[in-house]
């Protein structure tokens, strides 16, 4: 159940990093022809965040306590007390992020260069935090692993 849980976050998590990449390159060659296609990437990108942080906080709440004390008993201190604790926080600019990349997709990419530049660079942000956060996850679980053969 647990590793199933963590699979499905980080496969939610890669969803809207995807999804980010997707509508970035989509806008770079914005037309009338792909912009429904644009608006309903940017849709299923903010639904796999979310998806992601809530799978995600349910295991944090419900599991992550024992590996803390795995992670501060190992030698890896840091990827608990700097890494957990930055993408505790982290975390939330890119949930606010991927949830207003739709908003912004709203409006006529083909014809509004503004707009445009908007959707870009907030596609853009959403792909550049997750894919911290995905080697933040990574670092976390190497904290783990290390921590348990150390003993």
């Given at each position: 159940?647990?590793?199933?849980?963590l699979m499905a976050h980080v496969l939610f998590g890669v969803a809207c990093l995807l999804a980010a990449l997707w509508v970035f390159v989509d806008v770079l060659h914005a037309s009338?022809?792909?912009l429904v296609r644009i608006r309903a990437v940017s849709w299923l990108g903010a639904a796999s965040m979310w998806i992601?942080?809530?799978?995600?906080?349910?295991?944090?709440?419900?599991?992550?306590?024992a590996d803390k004390a795995i992670i501060l008993q190992g030698p890896w201190h840091f990827a608990h007390n700097m890494v957990m604790e930055t993408k505790e926080h982290v975390v939330i600019m890119l949930l606010l992020l991927a949830t207003f990349l739709p908003i912004a997709a709203m409006d006529?990419?083909?014809t509004s260069n503004?707009?445009?530049r908007l959707v870009l660079w907030v596609a853009a942000m959403v792909a550049v935090l997750a894919l911290a956060m995905d080697g933040e996850g990574?670092?976390?679980a190497m904290g783990v692993k290390v921590?348990?053969?150390s003993k």
């Open positions: 159940m647990i590793e199933a849980l009338a022809g792909n992601a942080f809530f799978v995600g906080g349910y295991w944090y709440v419900t599991f992550y306590k006529n990419l083909a503004d707009a445009r990574g670092i976390i921590g348990l053969l």
